[in-house]
């Protein structure tokens, strides 16, 4: 048997944790209070898309959204992780989209039903190449942008996230053991608009990684 390889996480059938309203600008622009704690929500692996695929709008939304987020691959899971020692548990980043269906979003916060029709559809989750650790030196300080078409509609930097790297693997891993794999989607900042069919989605963290995207309808 191939030896698995964590550079091709998306491979491997693993969980993908995303974390809501980590932005405060974000939580603002949907008119949400600020969280107390972190606000935790699954995205299945089929949720993965690569370059070169499009991402798939569901025939139920007319109102997608681009949410741009730094990604962390874990690289050893485990349970109660200490915060002190948190990033020793982590093999990476990847540049992500948490591609969310706003009004099936909506809907379901008004029936307090769970999002998962507006978060975890297929190709809900575009990813970038894997970022080996050491090629962000501080996951705490980057820089994040998104185009549509070429405009500028997402520009942050993960200094303005309320809940750190750390403090969220060391959350979540009291609730949800990590594997080795697994992906955390920390967030989103402001800027999130809605894309239509053929747009062209250009994403990056500054100085380490660019990706696109094509927008289709999804056909069934
Ligand atoms: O509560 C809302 O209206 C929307 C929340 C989100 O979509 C949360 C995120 O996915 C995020 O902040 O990145
Ligand atoms: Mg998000």
């Given at each position: 048997m191939t030896a698995r390889n964590i550079s091709r996480f998306w491979e491997w059938g693993r969980k993908i944790i995303c974390v809501g309203r980590n932005y405060a600008d974000h939580a603002k622009e949907l008119k949400n209070a600020i969280p107390t704690e972190p606000i935790l929500f699954l995205k299945p692996p089929s949720a993965y898309v690569r370059e070169g695929s499009?991402?798939?709008?569901?025939?139920?939304?007319s109102d997608l959204h681009h949410e741009v987020e730094l990604g962390v691959v874990i690289g050893t899971g485990g349970?109660?992780?200490p915060q002190?020692?948190?990033?020793?548990?982590v093999a990476?980043?990847?540049?992500c989209l948490d591609m969310t269906a706003r009004d099936i979003q909506d809907e379901c916060k008004s029936k307090g039903l769970p999002w998962t029709m507006a978060k975890a559809f297929n190709?809900?989750?575009p990813v970038s190449e894997f970022i080996p650790r050491e090629r962000i030196a501080d996951p705490g300080n980057v820089k994040l942008w998104l185009k549509v078409?070429?405009?500028l509609r997402q520009s942050g930097c993960t200094s303005q996230m309320i809940f750190s790297i750390p403090y969220l693997i060391s959350y979540i891993s009291d609730f949800i053991s990590l594997e080795e794999g697994d992906l955390i989607l920390t967030g989103t900042p402001k800027g999130v608009s809605a894309v239509q069919e053929h747009d062209e989605l250009q994403a990056g963290i500054e100085d380490v990684v660019t990706m696109s995207f094509r927008v289709d309808r999804h056909n069934h």
């Open positions: 499009p991402i798939l709008m569901p025939l139920y939304t349970t109660a992780i002190s020692s948190a990033m020793e548990h990476g980043y990847a540049l190709t809900s989750c078409n070429d405009r």
